[in-house]
């Protein structure tokens, strides 16, 4: 879903109800839907997904990890590259807390 660019569905069908996210800059939330209402703002600020690529992927217990490089032109005119390595927590199907760090 995220490849599609599909984070919004991804947010609110993975996330648990008490979900958290800590991202490389020190910015939290603390339930599913301050992280929906996240993700809606960042895909509301983009203007066009030239790709977003998964390098690598593992899962060790409850734990996953994915390897990501986006690259959106924003509607400010601004163009994002970035590389990135998330770390997800799942406990029952659902993640209960995910970090971004940037690669």
Sequence with gaps: ???????VEASEKFFAANG??????GV??????????????FTGAIKQVN?????????????????????IDMKDGSKTLWHEIIRSVWDDGKI???EYFQG
């Design 1 to 7: 879903m995220v490849r599609q660019g599909r984070v």
């Design 20 to 25: 958290k996210t800590i991202d490389f800059s």
């Design 28 to 41: 939290t939330t603390k339930n599913r839907a301050e992280i929906v209402d996240k993700m809606k703002g």
């Design 51 to 71: 790709g977003i690529t998964l390098h690598r992927s593992a899962v060790a217990g409850d734990v996953s990890f994915a390897e990501f490089t986006f690259d």
């Design 96 to 98: 209960v807390e995910e």
